[in-house]
């Protein structure tokens, strides 16, 4: 039985959305995070890194969310989650953008945004103004960029998905948890299309299962 380990608020929700679509039978071993928000020490007994998702599969042991993705497809599958010959471009770009790309933004955002409220009360004014206007001149700029080039290719996109098929592909497993930590964090920054997507995913039954089975995650309520 292919086993998933599922760390609270992490990248293993993507994976779990698929297993529900693509409905492999699977167990779950849940893991939450610490007080300090890492993952639990009980991770490096399965990944050097001591990080989630991680899969275990007969003899495979499998880290990396877009790997673990790309696995679960041409595995378990049967044609399913496929792109079509005009959408493999797309596809491609979006599966390997997700984290090569667009979530080096969003992480320098989060440390810019949490060094301020975490340093100590009388350095703070000096920490808000310098990483203030770190986040103004470098991420921000950034991040409006990114953000505007997935707005536009949503909205021309020939379906709901990245890859513009009847169905969702890696690039959508790997787009969903960049983009609706914005839209939870900052729905202000998402434009009309990001929201539609994260907002008719959220509404799919497979996507339902997934988080009543992986729990508490704070950027879909159920």
């Known amino acids: 039985m292919l086993t998933l380990h599922h760390l609270n608020n992490s990248r293993s929700q993507r994976v779990l959305w698929l297993l529900e679509e693509l409905q492999i039978p699977y167990d779950i071993k849940l893991y939450e995070r610490t007080p300090e ?31 673990i993705i790309e696995y679960l497809i041409a595995k378990y599958g049967n044609g399913k989650a496929v792109p079509s010959e005009s959408g493999y471009i797309d596809n491609l770009y979006f599966s390997h953008y997700a984290e090569g790309s667009f979530m080096p933004v969003l992480i320098q955002k989060y440390i810019f ?9 009388f350095i703070r004014p000096i920490a808000n103004m310098i990483f ?3 986040d103004k001149l470098l991420v921000i700029p950034e991040m409006t960029k990114h953000l505007a080039m997935i707005e536009a290719h949503l909205e021309k996109s020939q379906s ?34 990001i929201k539609k997507y994260v907002q008719a995913i959220h509404e799919r039954e497979a996507y339902k299962k997934a988080l009543e089975k ?9």
């Open 37 to 67: 928000q890492r993952a639990p020490p009980e991770l490096l007994a399965l990944s050097p890194l001591g990080k989630a998702p991680v899969i275990t599969d007969g003899e495979v042991t499998l880290g990396e969310s877009g790997a």
């Open 132 to 134: 203030g206007q770190l």
């Open 214 to 222: 992986g729990g508490k995650y704070e950027y879909a309520k159920y």
């Open 160 to 193: 709901a998905w990245f890859a513009g098929g009847p169905e969702p592909t890696s690039a959508d497993y790997q787009m969903i948890f960049p983009l609706e930590a914005i839209v939870h964090v900052a729905p202000s920054s998402a434009g009309p299309q």
């Open 113 to 121: 945004d949490a060094v301020p409220k975490k340093s100590p009360f």
